[in-house]
Structures are given as structure tokens and as C-alpha cells.
Nanobody
């Protein structure tokens, strides 16, 4: 059974960089045809896809966040990471990692990130 777990700081100051890690267990992030995404949900709003990294290491980003977002992976730790630069209070959200062959087969429980001074 594939399980995902997000980790990272719950509070980030404006203009700083948000960094979150998703640890995957139960399968390798390099398994053929698996895609691993970051999704967020601001308070009172719907889900927003931020970006993804494929089993081969190719990255895709939301056009609205592309200039501030970087997704990377550590295959030795079976983890992938989201970095979001120059955060503002509008980046406050529950952040989820998700993955699988159909992109969203498996989800983490989500982690609350608040941007505030």
C-alpha cells in the first residue's frame, strides 16, 4: 500500500521560502509511469494544483505559480520536495502531496501552512 506523508514548517514569514517534503512509502517514486504532485487548498477555496514531478524526474508547474515554484526529488530517500519562493499571506493553505499512475491515486493527509509575520 502506497502512503504519502507531508512534512515542513507550519508557519512561514512573508517573502521567505516555503519548503515541504513528501515522503513516500510502499513503492518507489521512480516506478515507471508514476506521477507525483503538490496540491493546495486555501481557506474557503477549492483545490489548486501547484506542480508535479514524474518518475523520470521531469517537472511540470502551474502557470500561475511557475515563477516561484520548484519541485525536486531525492530518490535515495524516496522523497519529493516543493519550494515556493517569496510567499505572501495568499499562499496560506493546506498543502497535499499526491501520486500514482493516475496522478491522484494516493494522497497525504495534508499539512497546514500559514504565511504570517
Amino acid at each position: 500500500q502506497v502512503q504519502l506523508q507531508e512534512s515542513g514548517p507550519g508557519l512561514v514569514k512573508p517573502s521567505q521560502t516555503l519548503s515541504l517534503t513528501c515522503t513516500v512509502s510502499g513503492d518507489s517514486i521512480t516506478t515507471n509511469a508514476y506521477y507525483w504532485s503538490w496540491i493546495r487548498q486555501p481557506p474557503g477555496k477549492g483545490l489548486e494544483w501547484a506542480g508535479a514531478i514524474t518518475y523520470g524526474g521531469t517537472t511540470y508547474y502551474s502557470p500561475s505559480l511557475k515563477s516561484r515554484t520548484s519541485i525536486s526529488r531525492d530518490t535515495s530517500k524516496n522523497q519529493f520536495t516543493l519550494q515556493l519562493n517569496s510567499v505572501t499571506p495568499e499562499d496560506t493553505a493546506v498543502y497535499y502531496c499526491a501520486g500514482g499512475r493516475r496522478w491522484y491515486d494516493y494522497w497525504g493527509q495534508g499539512t497546514q501552512v500559514t504565511v504570517s509575520s
